[in-house]
């Protein structure tokens, strides 16, 4: 059985995403209310899987937890593509003529906001969770009020969908890392299928620091499929930079590493994995 670490609850966009990557396997999931609950359940439980997501199509990079993958103890193992699709939701006995308000996660309701400024009569409300919102709305028996998350989630608080597929852009996915404590690592993949890295590295305060590290990535032929900047704090206008390339071949993804140390700082893998393929 697999222990995995989530942020939110049973039927959140998290559970999703676990359950498909494992899901030839029985998973347990540990339900936490911050993404720095997931990793430290982690420090204190190694034998325990986190799963986070790091970025969506349309919302962006979640900035904070590129800070928590750095600082944690943890390798990445794995990355999966969760399409997502929102749904409206409520009580069993309401109806949309019933309805004055709409709670979920501010993320969901910016991707489904063409579908809100249809109804300008639901008050928009700011919750934790996407599938908290509806737990919350079914344990406190909350008529009038809806949900926007996952279908999935209806069964699960006994709620009534009024309508799928409510985002604004079909193309929504959010890219999720699986990460574990090192000592697991080599159980949960097989570093030989490797053909995606995650790094992180400082550089000098100077002209044509990053532009060299690239030159030096592109002539070992590895693809940059990702990089994000963030400050250094304490060190101003110092970036941390962290970069995701994809590799055909093993061994010069590890030369072109190694090529590119002495123009880097604190240089850190943060996991070498398969790449994850869009789930529909």
Known sequence: ??????????????????????????????CCDTFEEVFDTMRSD????????IENTIAGSLLHNYELLREAPV???GEHKLRIRHSIMCLPEDSWDDLVEV??????LMQCREFLSRHPQLKVVEADDT??????IAMQQRHGVAAICSASAASIYGMKVLEEGIETNKHNFTRFLVVASPARANLLRDIRQADKASIVFALPHSEGSLSQVLSVLSFYRLNLT????????????????YVDVQFNDYTRYSQGIDAIRPLT???KILGEYQHGKESI
């Open 1 to 30: 059985m697999k222990r995995i670490a989530i942020q939110g609850i049973v039927g959140s966009y998290h559970d999703i995403a676990a359950h498909q990557f494992f899901a030839q396997e029985e998973v347990e999931l540990i």
């Open 265 to 267: 700082s604190d240089l």
């Open 46 to 53: 190694p034998t325990a899987i986190g799963m986070a997501a």
């Open 103 to 108: 709670h979920s996660h501010p993320v969901a």
């Open 131 to 136: 599938a908290g919102a509806a737990a919350d």
């Open 226 to 241: 990702k990089i994000q900047s963030l400050p250094i704090i304490g060190r101003e206008w110092e970036y941390l930079f």
């Open 75 to 77: 390798t990445i193992v």
